[in-house]
């Protein structure tokens, strides 16, 4: 019986332990909002924040560590009617959330894109492309940089584009639409000689051929 009871006062006490453990995790995340063990859980707290009311899915994950932190990780998110960007990264208390950016969209909603402009202090800029286009076969992506000023001289407009192929290992296929995240790897603001005024996403889809010009930036920045 003294056996039996010793079992008993144990599994009692680890369930107590097990239920305190729960509701200090449920204050954390609800509360403090800290303490996430899922990085999609530090994703969805900002997205209506952000202007996405709607569920969502990840469709789309990439690891990018040493972007801005140790352990980046990037989603690509798609609901019914939107299509956005997020970031986390592990800390000490969980998963934290980095930031949650919508994308636009062009030509009738056959293209969705955005930008995000990375920087820190010490680390070189990045530029991050996303988006979705319709279509899974014969289509290739550009995703370009462009600098725009007027010349007084000349009476003209000089415009500066660096642009990189967006590779098959930055695409995704599925349902229909190509879907990509892209981290420009090479320092652009070195090449176009002073920040972008502008960027742009040329689609070759099979015998068409089309730029959008993407109005959808967000500037990110950590010290």
Known sequence: MRN??????RRARALRRAAVALALLLFCNVVLHIGYLLPIQA???VEESEGVYEPTRAVMK????????LTDRLYLNEGEHSLSLGCTHLTPLG???SFVWPGDAFDGGDVQAGVVDMS??????????????RGTEDVTLTANAVRRDWDDAAQTERIRVYGHGVGEED???RGGYTYFIFVEPDPVMEKLQQFPTSYQ????????????DIERTASVLWG
């Open 62 to 69: 990439q690891w990018r560590p040493n972007m801005m932190h």
């Open 95 to 97: 998963w934290d959330d």
């Open 4 to 9: 039996v009871k010793r079992l008993y006062t």
């Open 171 to 173: 695409c995704l296929v």
């Open 43 to 45: 994703i969805r707290l």
């Open 120 to 133: 820190r202090k010490g680390h070189e800029r990045l530029l991050v492309f996303y988006g979705r286009v």
């Open 201 to 212: 996403l040329v689609v070759n889809r099979g015998e068409e051929h089309f730029s959008c």
